[in-house]
């Protein structure tokens, strides 16, 4: 059996390709794919088993060593005192995710100032909790990223750390690396600041509450109206803003499929992307001005432009993605053409991608 499923997974590429082709031949088989029906039969594998898994070594699993960790953190890493953390509790503070998110990383704030308006950004100290080389750091970089599939979840870290101490998560206190922009009445940055906080989180909103309060409500039209003004300076500066339909595929409890097209501009989308965007720049900037080394994203210009700005048709859209140059890792910052930003990092779900645990430990470097 062990010889027969790496030939189906790897065919040629499996170290007992030879021997498996053999067995096959004697055995009558002569299409590869009843292979799969033989495993199932055998109660091996289940009708919907996802092979990718399998082929691609994806572990679905964790280590007896990282679950005693995990347990041991659970106890002892929240409990840790730390001075230096700047007490924002008292912050109206809010989450805007998906109905099915269950792990919170990034939160947002906004107060009115008069003559001024003060953005936070306020994303989840997962170093706080997993220390850079520990048994769950080091599967966590074996993985890189949490995987969403229509059927399951395999998360990057331990579902105790990434939907319990990791997860901001209403009404609850919880370690933070907040970015503060000071921003003028018309959104222009004037400033920010980033350093290490103690966050709670007011509210937690879907999508779909946030679109719904999008007029009414004074605190998510602000947050709104500069989304929509920092998206507009990107555009000006030479950003590629492609607007395609989201495709969303997934089983429900009953095994039925479930197929959803989602707004990807709606108030509520727009206001977290731009934001983020405007969060993981900054983060950026930061790390330029620390001398701290990153891992920045750039993008050379496109090879072709369809349409300026976002006035493009689903046809142009669809056929500008053609024409972009890759994005580049460096550990050197350039201009990032597709954004319109001179510098870019990925900082703000460090939960979910090792990429941004890895930045947002750079930043913890210079206020942690």
């Not at 269950?102 to 994303?123: K, N, P, Q, R, T």
């Not at 921003?183 to 719904?212: C, H, K, M, W």
Request: proline share 5%.
């Amino acid at each position: 059996v062990t010889i027969l499923k790496s030939y189906y997974l790897f065919e040629k590429e499996s170290i007992h390709a030879e021997l498996g082709r053999a067995i096959m031949a004697r055995a009558g088989i002569g299409d590869l794919e009843k292979l799969f029906q033989v495993f199932v039969n055998l109660g091996i594998w289940d009708p919907n088993e996802n092979i990718d898994l399998h082929r691609y070594e994806v572990p679905t699993e964790f280590s007896e060593e990282a679950m005693t960790l995990t347990r041991r953190l659970l106890t002892s890493a929240a409990a840790r005192p730390d001075p230096k953390r700047r007490d924002l509790t008292d912050l109206r503070m809010i989450t805007i995710d998906g109905q099915s998110t269950l792990d919170f990383d990034d939160a947002l704030s906004i107060e009115d100032h008069g003559d001024y308006l003060l953005l936070g950004v306020h994303i989840a100290d997962v170093g706080h909790f997993v220390e850079e080389g520990c048994t769950i750091d080091r599967e966590a970089v074996q993985r890189g990223s949490s995987i969403y599939m229509p059927d399951r979840r395999i998360p990057m870290l331990p579902p105790e750390l990434a939907e319990g101490q990791c997860s901001l998560k209403v009404g609850e206190v919880r370690p933070g690396i907040s970015t503060m922009i000071r921003l003028s009445r018309n959104a222009d940055i004037e400033g920010y600041e980033v350093f290490p906080s103690i966050v709670r989180v007011t509210d937690q909103l879907t999508y779909y509450d946030a679109n719904l309060a999008a007029e009414g409500n004074k605190e998510i039209a602000a947050l709104a109206g500069i989304a929509r003004k920092f998206r507009q300076r990107r555009l000006e500066e030479g950003a590629i803003h492609i607007s395609l339909p989201e495709v969303n595929v997934w089983i429900d409890e009953t095994g039925e499929l479930i197929v959803n097209k989602t707004n990807r501009e709606s108030p509520a989308r727009l206001l977290v992307s731009e934001i983020m965007i405007m969060a993981n720049w900054l983060m950026a900037e930061f790390l330029i001005r620390h001398g701290l080394p990153a891992i920045y994203r750039s993008q050379a210009d496109p090879r072709e432009r369809l349409f300026k700005e976002n006035g493009g048709t689903l046809y142009q859209n669809w056929m500008q993605r053609k024409f972009l140059s890759r994005f580049m890792l460096s550990p050197h910052p350039e201009r990032h053409s597709g954004l319109g930003l001179n510098a870019y990092v990925t900082a703000t779900s460090p939960i979910r991608k090792y990429f941004d645990l890895v930045t947002q430990r750079q930043d913890r470097k210079s206020v942690v």
